[in-house]
DNA sequence: AAGGCCATCGCAAACGTTTGCGGTCTTTGC
DNA sequence: GCAAAGACCGCAAACGTTTGCGATGGCCTT
């Protein structure tokens, strides 16, 4: 009895009383290329099915300096607007046999620094990264174009690297709009880590649509420093204390807004009666909580989609990426957590 | 200018005019026991890290059959139940030296049977997999221990396999107690998927515990067929058609929760004013529920930890595991769902 | 002076692929 | 009958490690 070893083209080889080479090449379609008779290229196949014969990852990924695999780097796996993500890249690159490298960051660019060297040393074919963002430093010298990848979630201007990102801009103007529309104007804006595309883009945002409508923005009403559903939950506190008036909250992600409605529910405010509440990332808990929250949802599904997308044409056409990026328009929805008002 | 390609042992070697065989062995700290002195020993580790030298994955795992990676097998990475579980996977994981493959089965028997075989195929070190759970023909051919593995969440009694879950039963008859102690007896109970670990033992908590208080169980109150959001709406519609006189639910998952909810809400019954509502795994949001809900919350931070730890005791000692299986208390978490009343 | 014994190191094979050059046959053309 | 042309296939190197055997010197011992 042989052992449980998987077997190898050498034993194809041994057991038609052929090379290795006429093998390899028959199992890599390559036998009208090579000239290798019907008959044998067919007798190849056979024999490598029965023996459920697939060839060692390792030895090709050696060989031919390509792994079939990718890396993706996510700041906290936990947050289901990552989660979502991941689980789309996941499908999407499997689809076209790819595996992938999960690495969690921890929203710690230590950690994403690590993390790209250890993916890096993997040899993975290919990145899709969403970036802790407040540091760029340790990407610029992937724009050489090295090593495949695509930015998401988060993105830097100045670096010229193709990512695909929701429309925050568009998303918190609309949102902001709505908010004022309905009577609002002391609107809060939970922030989320100073320094990020999304949180910069958002902020702006927010602050046009109050210039459009003519309200001067007041940055005491702009609050916040993390993603977290901590800083939502002290900054709505802070908030409160300092600034008298606030009809409505913006709150800039799905975890500050749990920490809203926490400060919110201490204080003894209801929502929408006291005050209004609007957030970004709309999730499936968002239509039961108390108070159905109005939200600005985001397309992560398609993200991660395009994204693999986006990864696979820079892999194919072996380096260099041409357009400038993709930004994916959200949608407002609308439920009952903001009131209308009359100021 | 050399080509950005990453050192090699041979760089090294050729650099200080050594053999590739004393390199490896002087960065494997084998200097010592293979006779190699100290100053070479120490050129070479001084080397090495000035050219940022790091061992290929690849032509290490080719040789040593080793890949310094698991596998990381999910039914649903976008579940923020398993997405908690990855996350501390990873960490755990990432601590000891090892990337880790994520694979999706979306549920899917299929899928899962296909991510075995191509994480097999990647030559991982070991495997954590919540598996589907309905059926385990696939999971026999690894009791074998020729890849250590332990399983997670969902376990299979007949299956000679390393596990750690949840108490789901003691956590199911917590929940089901606590209703009947306020006043509660006709229960009903939206399940997740029929053969499954997880929904059997806690549909046998909650029979017993209504048994334990004098409560014969009516099967015509335990319905459903899945873990996810749609099957909680469709069987609380049902139920509340087919039986009358429900006064609590108990929902056996998150997403069946939210369900739950919906079909509630479209009902137009309150929660817990009409109808009190209990659900297995606690979720940062549930407190913040149009009534914050009463959960059973699982420890799924250490679940993940554990399955890590247990892999790498079995990776560590090549092979056989003794132990059982572990299983984990759960939490009842009292809020706001649950009304007592008055028969 | 010869043998023995350390201390230090290197050769070469092996892991399982892929691929640049060939090398044999058989057939064909004249 | 003989060369040229296919048709069909194999050798061996290479990818970057690790490791079983030795190999080479120098120094000590007697």
């Known amino acids: 009895m042989k052992q449980s070893s998987r077997p190898t083209l050498k034993a194809i080889a041994k057991q038609l009383g052929i090379s290795v080479t006429t093998v390899s090449r028959a199992l890599n379609g390559k036998a009208e290329a090579y000239g290798i008779s019907k008959k044998t290229e067919e007798a190849v196949l056979r ?20 792994t079939l695999s990718i890396g993706l780097l996510i700041p906290d796996i936990s947050n289901p607007y990552f989660a979502e993500i991941a689980r789309n890249v996941e499908m999407a690159a499997r689809r076209e046999g ?35 963002g407040q540091s760029a430093a340790h990407l610029e010298e992937l724009q050489d174009g090295s090593l495949p990848l695509v930015v998401i979630d988060r993105y830097f201007p100045n670096l010229k690297l193709p990512y695909v990102v929701s429309d925050n801009y568009r998303g918190a103007m609309e949102a902001t709009s709505h908010l004022i529309d309905r009577g609002h104007r002391t609107i809060a804006c939970v922030q989320g880590l100073a320094g990020t595309s999304p949180n910069r883009e958002r902020v702006r945002g927010y602050r046009t649509a109050l210039k459009d409508h003519g309200i001067e923005p007041d940055d005491a009403l702009v609050a916040g420093s993390s993603f977290g559903q901590e800083n939502g939950y002290v900054h709505t506190k802070l908030l409160l204390g300092k600034k008298k008036g606030i009809t409505a909250i913006l709150a800039l992600s799905n975890l500050i807004t749990l920490g809203v409605l926490r400060a919110l529910a201490e204080e003894g405010l209801s929502v929408p009666g006291d005050i209004s509440v609007i957030c970004f990332d709309d999730q499936p808990y968002c239509a039961y909580l108390n108070a159905p929250m109005t939200t600005v949802d985001q397309d992560n599904e398609r993200m991660g989609q395009i994204a693999v997308r986006l990864l696979f044409e820079q892999i194919q056409s072996r380096g260099r990426f041409s357009g400038e990026g993709i930004v994916l328009p959200t949608r407002l929805i609308e439920r009952a957590s903001v009131r209308r008002i009359t100021p």
Chains 1, 2 share one sequence.
Do not use: W
């Not at 024999?47 to 390509?66: T, V």
């Open 47 to 66: 024999a490598a099915k029965e023996m459920h014969f697939s060839p060692d990852p390792l030895a090709r990924g050696l060989r031919l300096n390509r």
């Open 98 to 132: 790819y595996s992938v490298f999960l690495c969690d960051s921890q929203e710690s660019t230590q950690l994403e620094v690590e993390s790209l060297a250890l993916l890096r040393d993997r040899k993975v074919d290919g990145l899709v990264i969403a970036p802790v």
